[in-house]
């Protein structure tokens, strides 16, 4: 099976969430995971709050997936700066204005203290409720941060999904 990757392309909104190196958001977050830039582009948050958040949408993929398994948001991120505890971030793949397809939290303990990929998993049946792949975005949130002193930075988001495999089906439909 081969995966496509599909990148961020937008920013709806960022609240509470710094953009460095470009802007807006997206344009920070933009890269893919295997080849961010680490700290030359990012968003971080120092606010943990309810309205911390980034929502981002991302490109229509090159084709649109024709299984609903292997489908994943990823997303690196890192710590910085804190004493005690690990900060929470909450990590959403959103179809339209609101409605979540698929959502997570994940608390960033030691092994974030460089960047690391958080992958969201989605299963088959939240894939199968997806209507319309150009109308997707990825919502980063920052929700609770057990002292005042950490900052959560993310510095690539992509959604990846199956991508059809021509010569396979090139091949059964000649025979």
Known sequence: MVIQKTQL????????????????AHACVDEGVDTN??????IFSILASAASIAKMTLATPA???VSNDNHSVVVTLKR????????????SLIEGISTVRATMSEQLGSSFNSYANKT???TPAEAAAIVDFADL?????????P?????????????????PHYPEIMLASVA
């Open 137 to 145: 975005s990825i919502w980063v949130k920052y929700t609770t941060n």
């Open 120 to 122: 969201l998993n989605l």
């Open 63 to 65: 084709e649109i997936p």
């Open 147 to 163: 002292d005042t002193l950490w900052e959560v930075r993310c510095t690539a988001a992509e959604y990846w999904s199956p991508r």
């Open 80 to 91: 910085l700066s804190g004493i005690t505890g690990s900060p929470t971030v909450d990590i």
């Open 9 to 24: 392309n937008g920013t709806v909104s960022q609240t509470r969430w710094t953009s460095v190196g470009d802007t807006p």
């Open 37 to 42: 830039d680490g700290d030359t582009t990012y």
